[in-house]
């Protein structure tokens, strides 16, 4: 039973971004008969299903956050050699898919030097046995790459393609403030863990002292740019894929980041003093600007 209600999720989260790819692609360059966006799409969940087989074989996850960099990379590269970008110098489709391979090189790398370091993801201690779940696991990956980086495809893949102009550049700015952001407070958290005496302790200075998740706010503020670098280019249901940021949002504050680990530390530090004066005193996302 439980296998089944998994395949179903999956089922269900395929035909959901299905029906948002044809939704947003209004508008959307043709390849043999099939918008742009719908051959990425088709590009992303391929990916993840491939990917899928060996890594449940093997029982790891320790190519799952790589693969999905990967697959915003591929994806990226194909959107950007269907519309000729590079030749036509389509400078603001190049720089928005930059933007989003540097980020996808930068976190990947990051994310598979960790799990080499640490062994394994303990998120994946019982779902990788259950064929079915790693499966779902793996298809929600899918959904994750496409929604997040919808925005850029549909801008994209425009016959004009992204337009430059002080709204895109301001999006820019968004961009480069929240992929810093995430950056800083991942070397800040790696350098903290590094240090033997932190052991088991909770981060609490730095960017972690002016909010208990400031990766995420990062992560949540860049894909907020890449959205507004690509906006003046909608036209009509381009619009719904204003939900990419949306979307990253609620992802990782009350999917797979925030509540998680806000569950893990309140399990592990929940009877220290010093914590609970730490969560009380620090905003979950959003950082504080003033100490």
Same mark, same amino acid.
Not at 75 to 90: C, E, G, I, Q, R
Not at 239 to 263: D, Q, T
């Given at each position: ?13 395929? +035909?959901? #971004?299905? &029906?948002? %790819? ?8 043709? $390849?043999?008969?099939? =918008? /742009? ?35 915003? +990379?591929? #994806?990226? &590269?194909? %959107? ?8 036509? $110098?389509?400078?603001? =489709? /190049? ?197």
């Amino acid at each position: 039973m439980k296998h089944l209600i998994n395949l179903t999720i999956a089922a269900g989260v395929f +035909i959901f #971004t299905k &029906l948002y %790819a044809d939704a947003i692609s209004f508008n959307s360059i043709e $390849l043999s008969g099939v =918008n /742009l966006v719908g051959h990425l799409l088709v590009i992303t969940f391929v990916i993840q299903w491939i990917a899928y087989i060996p890594a449940f074989l093997l029982k790891t996850e320790k190519f799952y956050d790589l693969t999905g960099s990967l697959t915003y +990379i591929g #994806t990226v &590269l194909f %959107a950007l050699y269907a519309t000729d970008s590079l030749n036509n $110098l389509k400078l603001g =489709n /190049l720089i928005v898919g930059m933007a989003i391979i540097i980020w996808a090189v930068r976190l990947g790398s990051f994310l598979f030097m960790r799990i080499r370091k640490d062994k394994k993801d303990g998120r994946f201690d019982s779902i990788k046995t259950s064929f079915s779940q790693f499966f779902m696991t793996w298809t929600l990956q899918g959904m994750w790459v496409f929604i997040c980086s919808s925005a850029a495809f549909i801008a994209i893949a425009n016959p004009t393609g992204v337009v430059v102009n002080n709204v895109f550049i301001f999006g820019l700015l968004i961009f480069i403030f929240g992929f810093a952001i995430e950056v800083l407070a991942d070397n800040q958290k790696t350098a903290f863990r590094s240090i033997p005496e932190n052991k088991d302790q909770f981060i609490n200075e730095g960017l972690w002292a002016r909010s208990r998740h400031p990766n995420y706010f990062g992560e949540i503020t860049l894909w907020t740019g890449i959205t507004v670098m690509g906006i003046s280019t909608f036209e009509g249901m381009n619009y719904l894929a204003i939900f990419s940021p949306i979307f990253s949002y609620i992802l990782l504050v009350y999917v797979s980041g925030v509540r998680m680990l806000e569950y893990r530390g309140h399990k592990k530090w929940g009877h220290l003093d010093e914590y609970n004066s730490y969560k009380k005193n620090t905003p979950k996302l959003i950082p504080k600007i003033f100490s």
